[in-house]
């Protein structure tokens, strides 16, 4: 399959954001001027807080406080808007957008240079908030999802995943692509609309941070890839893989946080989406699917949950990562949610509600 996704279709918005239209083959995007009396993009920006007691950088964007929230379908932003009048999509129809969301957390990665400044200076440092959050929309359709959609069309939004990955990877002052999904108000999406956000940090996140630690003191100690060996120790196990092909393996982790949680791996140690050849990419987007549409069959509702993307460069610094996907849910029981409370937000020490032995057992019973 030739990737659709080479040269996207640009078109400006109102306010000077880009727009990227991403079509399967044999459509051709048809948009028409943006004509919202949008106010034009100002200097405000968003700004990175050094907290000292745990050394992470925290983004602090009060420009936020404004964003959509749960608009009426008629309202909504993502849908088509053929007069140019009523969203962010200015267009009669469309397969897959991109965007540069209208209320960012971090903005301003245009290709200068920019750089985070020493932590050892000052007790009370803050930078701006250099980086780029986009939305993707996967679907012009208000009432779909991601596991409801074809495979070409879930292979476009794989691709278009790709295409910002290695985007905003060449950008000055991005140190990591996060690509992911919230879905469900339990989740708490502000928008009903199937899509998803890709974020360019100017740091690695404080999980990436820890997990590249974890990763190359089991290469000192072992001169193994840690991925790849929980990988072979959980395909070795089998009691709790969810689903297995030839190129791709997904499973419960042996330490779920989650009620429900499964991580999908590729077969072979690659670090981001740019690295997967055609074949992978294919495979990539059943799997994925797959895992989704059983995600939906666990309950008589649609299961609500994050997708997380983990992606890394080909650094000295990130050497050590695999890339693979973590989904992940709230969703403890038909009836009942879990909420992070004092051991889980206050501490970060997660308590497990389930086993993930049942858990992997229910999903593989769940196959189509």
């Known amino acids: 399959m030739t990737d659709p996704t080479t040269n996207p279709t640009p078109w400006p918005l109102a306010d000077g954001r880009e727009l990227l239209f991403f079509s399967l083959p044999g459509h051709e995007p048809t948009p028409v001027t943006d004509r919202r009396p949008l106010p034009p993009r100002g200097d405000a920006q968003s700004q990175v807080r050094f907290d000292r007691q745990t050394g992470q950088w925290v983004a602090i964007a009060a420009l936020r406080q404004d964003r959509t929230h749960l608009p009426s379908a008629d309202q909504c932003p993502l849908c088509p808007s053929p007069s140019g009048t009523t969203s962010e999509v200015p267009a009669p129809d469309y397969d897959v957008v991109v965007f540069e969301n209208r209320f960012p957390s971090l903005s301003g990665a245009d290709g200068r240079a920019f750089s985070l400044p020493d932590v050892g200076v000052d007790d009370f440092l803050s930078a701006p908030g250099h980086g780029r959050c986009e939305v993707i929309s996967f679907s012009s359709s208000h009432t779909s999802s991601f596991g409801e959609l074809t495979l070409p069309h879930a292979r476009l939004i794989v691709d278009a995943w790709r295409h910002r990955t290695a985007d905003l990877m060449s950008r000055p002052g991005i140190e990591q692509v996060f690509c992911f999904e919230n879905r469900g108000e339990d989740i708490g999406v502000t928008l009903t609309h199937p899509h998803g956000q890709i974020y360019g940090y100017p740091y690695l996140t404080p ?6 630690a ?3 003191a089991h ?6 890839n840690l991925f790849a060996d929980i990988l072979a120790h959980e395909v070795a196990a089998g009691t709790r893989v969810v689903a297995r092909n030839d190129l791709f ?30 074949a992978e990419l294919d ?3 059943a799997i994925y699917c797959d895992l989704l549409k059983r995600f939906d069959r666990m309950y008589p509702m649609p299961l609500p949950y994050i997708s ?8 000295e610094a990130q050497r050590d990562g695999y890339f693979h996907v973590e989904l992940m849910s709230v969703r403890r029981s038909a009836t009942k949610l879990k909420y992070l409370a004092g051991s889980e937000s206050a501490m970060d020490a997660f308590i497990g509600d389930v086993l993930p032995e049942t858990v992997a057992e229910r999903l593989r019973g769940l196959a189509s």
């Open 207 to 212: 999980r990436t941070a820890h997990m590249l």
């Open 214 to 216: 974890e990763a190359r």
């Open 219 to 224: 290469a000192q100690r072992h001169g193994t």
């Open 249 to 278: 393996t997904a499973f419960v982790p042996y330490a779920a946080r989650w009620p429900v949680e499964v991580h999908l791996y590729p077969n072979r140690l690659v670090r981001n989406l740019s690295e997967l050849d055609d």
């Open 283 to 285: 495979a990539f987007a």
């Open 308 to 315: 997380a993307l983990h992606q890394y460069r080909d650094t």
